[in-house]
């Protein structure tokens, strides 16, 4: 689904949102309250410009509208590979957006995120995955790493991974293995008006995902150790 088809099954016609190059950004009104958009299209490879330009947006809204809610709709194919933002410590920058995201949800900021088409790797991770709550259309590609790539990080033989893949969300690509280790809380389908309204309404800061991986038998042992840790 590309963004405009989105932001109209969303909003109809009551949102301000434009694109400028790969960026999204703007404002919706929806159930009588405004909402902050902000995210970003075409596949988006996050380079300095890009993490700062949407850090703005998230700041901006910080600063002017106390409690706004924000939607950040996620299209990327992770960060920008280039020597330029390399030199210029793209990881910084990236890091700056996540912090922003995680401001506004301090400040009492509703954050949702929605993956509507491609996130991969820490475009993701810096972006949807800070939301109090990540969710996905269904026709969503979601991945940290490819097979082969992977393969070449682990040292463990492709053909292997790909059966592992079979039986262990944590190294298959797709939606559905998201939601099974917590990492997305639920699939939109259908009336995208009805689940935005729901997830708004369901809106925490509590982060439940290590929760949801081992109630929903994607990641069995991660509650357990996080709880380990904290009563350590």
Same mark, same amino acid.
């Given at each position: 689904?590309?963004? $405009?088809?989105?932001?109209?099954?969303?909003?109809?016609?009551?949102?301000?949102?434009?694109?400028?190059?790969?960026?999204?950004?703007?404002?919706? $009104?929806?159930?009588?309250?405004?909402?902050?958009?902000?995210?970003?299209?075409?596949?988006?490879?996050?380079?300095?410009?890009? @993490?700062?330009?949407?850090?703005?947006?998230?700041?901006?809204?910080?600063?002017?509208?106390?409690?706004?809610?924000?939607?950040?709709?996620?299209?990327?194919?992770?960060?920008?590979?280039?020597?330029?933002? $390399?030199?210029?410590?793209?990881?910084?920058?990236?890091?700056?957006?996540?912090?922003?995201?995680?401001?506004?949800?301090?400040?009492?900021?509703?954050?949702?995120?929605?993956?509507?088409?491609?996130?991969?790797?820490?475009?993701?991770?810096?972006?949807?995955?800070? @939301?109090?709550?990540?969710?996905?259309?269904?026709?969503?590609?979601?991945?940290?790493?490819?097979?082969?790539?992977?393969?070449?990080?682990?040292?463990?033989?492709?053909?292997?991974?790909?059966?592992?893949?079979?039986?262990?969300?944590?190294? @298959?690509?797709?939606?559905?293995?998201?939601?099974?280790?917590?990492?997305?809380?639920?699939?939109?389908?259908?009336?995208?008006?009805?689940?935005?309204?729901?997830?708004?309404?369901?809106?925490?800061?509590?982060?439940?995902?290590?929760?949801?991986?081992?109630?929903?038998?994607?990641?069995?042992?991660?509650?357990?150790?996080?709880?380990?840790?904290?009563?350590?």
């Amino acid at each position: 689904m590309n963004w $405009e088809t989105l932001l109209a099954a969303l909003f109809g016609n009551s949102h301000e949102v434009k694109r400028d190059g790969d960026l999204l950004s703007g404002s919706a $009104e929806f159930n009588g309250r405004t909402l902050t958009v902000v995210g970003t299209t075409n596949h988006a490879a996050i380079g300095v410009e890009l @993490a700062l330009a949407q850090a703005r947006v998230v700041l901006n809204t910080v600063r002017e509208y106390p409690g706004r809610g924000i939607l950040l709709l996620v299209d990327t194919q992770g960060q920008r590979l280039r020597h330029r933002d $390399e030199l210029l410590g793209i990881n910084r920058y990236m890091a700056h957006m996540g912090c922003c995201v995680e401001l506004a949800r301090r400040q009492h900021h509703p954050v949702i995120g929605l993956v509507y088409d491609q996130a991969l790797s820490g475009g993701f991770i810096t972006s949807g995955l800070m @939301a109090d709550a990540c969710y996905a259309l269904p026709e969503a590609e979601i991945r940290v790493m490819r097979l082969p790539a992977m393969a070449r990080v682990t040292k463990i033989d492709e053909q292997r991974l790909a059966e592992l893949s079979k039986s262990n969300p944590v190294f @298959a690509p797709g939606v559905e293995n998201y939601v099974a280790m917590g990492g997305i809380r639920a699939l939109w389908s259908g009336d995208l008006k009805a689940c935005l309204s729901a997830a708004l309404l369901d809106a925490s800061t509590l982060d439940a995902r290590a929760a949801d991986g081992a109630a929903r038998g994607g990641r069995r042992l991660a509650a357990q150790v996080t709880a380990r840790v904290v009563n350590a």
